[in-house]
């Protein structure tokens, strides 16, 4: 059996049914929602009969959205092609910023050729999505100035809204791992972590170019 979580992508980039997948989960709180104002998850499935075996934990555990939740879902789903088609026309443009950069050593992303899997992402997604990944040269002390010095980027932990948000894992969400426990999960002390918003890119690159100026 196999269960992929698409948040990344939402049901306009992938489609993990279509290509094997037999559950595939989304957090509505992030990209499909859009606009960072509900917590809310959603799992679909290939057959009726897993289904009713999910929906039955998810009534038992009270996993449901209150009405304005729905709601919001509802709105921001009406607008989910375009913030994706903005946002990932931003990333292409920062992404390649990025990659260029003489502080940066490397960059994650899926419209990039550089990407290990490039040609799989051309294949299989209507687009390379809006989220980044990228190691600073300078390791952890570089992460947390790079942090410390956006202005326009917001410092926030999520991902998928029209505010483009940035992270440094290593000195926060996955600050109390030991080296070792960070190693192995692949978390650098330079790794920074980029969800591009639908801001004009100008101002993105800029932000990102005043900030690694002065780490």
């Keep these: 059996m196999v269960c992929v979580d ?7 980039l992938q489609k993990p049914l279509d290509l094997g997948a037999d559950i595939v989960l989304h957090s509505m709180t992030k990209f499909i929602n859009g606009h960072a ?8 499935t290939k057959t009726e009969a897993m289904y009713k075996t999910l929906r039955g934990v998810m009534v038992n555990v009270g996993c449901n959205m209150d009405p304005h939740q729905a709601f919001l879902t509802r709105r921001g789903l009406k607008t989910l092609a375009i913030r994706i088609d903005r946002a990932q026309e931003n990333s ?13 050593e490397w960059v994650r992303y ?3 050729k550089s990407h290990p899997q490039f040609d799989l992402a051309k ?11 990228f190691g600073l040269k300078g390791g952890f002390d570089a992460g947390k100035k790079m942090m410390d010095n956006v202005e326009l980027a917001l410092l926030a932990v999520s991902l998928g809204g029209i505010e483009t948000l940035i992270q440094h894992p290593a000195s926060m969400t996955h600050s109390k791992l030991t080296k070792e426990a960070k190693d192995k999960a692949g978390i650098s002390d330079g790794l920074v972590r980029l969800s591009i918003g639908i801001e004009e890119v100008e101002d993105i690159i800029n932000d990102l170019k005043q900030a690694l100026d002065k780490v």
């Design 6 to 12: 698409n948040t990344f992508c939402s049901p306009y």
């Design 92 to 104: 292409i443009k920062v992404s390649e910023f990025l990659e260029n950069h003489p502080k940066v």
């Design 123 to 133: 294949k299989q997604m209507k687009g390379p999505g809006a989220m980044i990944s």
């Design 110 to 112: 899926p419209g990039l």
């Design 37 to 44: 104002d509900i917590v809310a998850g959603m799992v679909v």
